[in-house]
């Protein structure tokens, strides 16, 4: 069935050094993808959204890149802070024609300092 | 602005008890959705309500959740006969409509002994 997953369940990363956060999805037919960051107790946060036209989008800090061909999105931290450590989800729109979002399981990411 | 507002943040029920959990979203968001997230998780499809069309249910776990949206702002998610099973965060979350960001509520924890 359709899914959306990640590759690897933490990532520990030293405090300034850049982060690369990984997604693959099965659904050639997503043409919406989110990535969300999520802190302890609090709901998911919007960070980067992209559209199957596109390739890449940067924002302040994060890039979004899209690979079609394979399935697969990344997040991009720039100059990782510890205020970037919390658990982060890819999510997809369009599987099944579905409109909500089918969420990953999420990557937690621990920033040394 | 105000953003995506749950209550209670936090519910403990017995077993067999039903609860109500509410979702106040943000103003003027046509699209209203509710999810689970069990303890380590992603976040699990409930139910999405976009304007006056018929809701897509095709998230529901059993026929003891059921929600609904009044007025086309708030809504109430339900669940009857509650089971150990159903303890989990239960998240909403608004957006402007299909492929806009979804904006989450701090999500209500719900514990069944």
């Known amino acids: 069935g359709e899914s959306v997953g990640l590759h690897l369940p933490t990532l520990s990363v030293q405090e300034g050094d850049n982060s690369i956060i990984n997604c693959a999805y099965s659904?050639?037919?997503?043409?919406?993808f989110i990535w969300y960051k999520q802190e302890s107790g609090k709901g998911p946060q919007f960070i980067i959204d992209?559209?199957?036209?596109?390739d890449k989008r940067q924002g302040q800090r994060v890039t979004v890149l899209l690979n079609k061909t394979v399935k697969h999105l990344s997040l991009q931290i720039a100059a990782t802070q510890p205020g970037d450590s919390a658990v982060y989800f890819c999510?997809?729109?369009?599987?099944?024609?579905?409109?909500?979002?089918?969420f990953g399981s999420g990557t937690r990411l621990q920033v040394q300092p | 602005g105000a953003g995506v507002s749950q209550s209670p943040s936090n519910k403990v029920t017995e077993k067999g008890k039903d609860v109500e959990l509410r979702c106040d979203p943000i103003?003027?968001?046509?699209?209203l959705y509710w999810y689970r997230q069990s303890l380590g998780q992603g976040l699990e499809f409930l139910i999405y309500f976009q304007g006056n069309s018929a809701p897509d249910k095709s998230g529901l776990p059993s026929d003891r959740f059921s929600a609904e949206r009044t007025g086309g702002s708030v809504s109430t998610l339900t669940i009857q006969r509650t089971q150990q099973e159903d303890s989990a965060v239960y998240l909403c979350a608004s957006s402007l409509g299909a492929n806009s960001p979804l904006h989450f509520g701090n999500g209500t924890r719900l514990t069944v002994t």
């Open positions: 999510a997809e729109t369009g599987a099944t024609g579905r409109r909500a979002l089918t």
């Open positions: 992209i559209r199957s036209n596109m």
């Open positions: 103003s003027g968001h046509t699209a």
């Open positions: 659904n050639s037919a997503s043409d919406y």
